[in-house]
């Protein structure tokens, strides 16, 4: 069946700016998770979301990043008055439950570059 | 607090011999392991978990990983590298303790790049 889907797959854009970036969940998949991954560095957990349960968001780096998800499907994940030190990969997982043992499903990640 | 390390940045590895990506973790209560593996421009793929039970745990495309609470590791193991191997490779850990909280969720590693060498 279909992966999990994000969009767009690059995105460039001037310092100061707002970017949106989506996710679509492997279908029937009740939790979503996103990361960033920056240049050398490891996986950073930024937020997930389980259900229609209020979101952690214990990950996010500051008040300029927020996410939503809709209808407990698709996910957007806005950055406000983006900085250069925004540019990362930023990647989307999807699992089934959000249970210990439960297997994260990747997308292919958006490639964000703050100009 | 919880924590992954992968101690080696790259492991370079002649096809068709054996290949280990060296994985510790710290946790505090019991841990769940992940591998997951990275091509060039690609998302992460999932390789193997361990949860509980047998401490060998084999994975997609001839991988297996082995759990050592003792030593507190979880490397990751082939019997003979292939060129297509060569990827980045990210172990992650989940703590029981503290599952369900803020400080549940998943922690990777910084990720070893292993090249395989015709």
């Known amino acids: 069946g279909a992966g999990v889907s994000q969009s767009p797959s690059n995105k460039v854009t001037e310092k100061g700016k707002d970017v949106e970036l989506r996710c679509d969940p492997i279908?029937?998949?009740?939790?979503l998770y996103w990361y960033r991954q920056s240049l050398g560095q490891g996986l950073e957990f930024l937020i997930y979301?389980?259900?229609?349960?209020?979101?952690?968001k214990s990950g996010l780096p500051s008040d300029r990043f927020s996410a939503e998800r809709t209808g407990g499907s698709v996910s957007t994940l806005t950055i406000q008055r983006t900085q250069q030190e925004d540019s990362a990969v930023y990647l989307c997982?999807?699992?089934?439950?959000?249970?210990?043992?439960?297997?994260?499903?990747f997308g292919p990640g958006t490639r964000l570059l703050v100009l | 607090a919880q924590s992954v390390a992968q101690p080696e940045d790259q492991v370079n590895v002649a096809e068709g011999n054996p290949l280990t990506v060296k994985c510790t973790y710290s946790v505090s209560g019991n841990p769940y392991l992940f591998w997951y593996v990275q091509y060039p421009n690609r998302g992460l793929q999932f390789l193997l978990k361990y949860i509980t039970g047998d401490n060998l745990v084999k994975g997609s495309y001839g991988f297996e990983a082995e759990f050592n609470k003792s030593q507190t590791s979880f490397h990751l193991k082939k019997p003979s590298a292939l060129v297509s191997d060569s990827a980045l490779y990210f172990c992650a850990v989940r703590d029981s303790l503290y599952y369900g909280g803020s400080q549940g969720n998943l922690i990777f590693g910084k990720g070893t790049k292993l090249s395989v060498k015709p």
């Open positions: 979301f389980q259900g229609n349960s209020a979101p952690d």
């Open positions: 279908s029937g998949h009740t939790a």
């Open positions: 997982a999807s699992s089934l439950f959000q249970g210990a043992g439960e297997t994260q499903y």
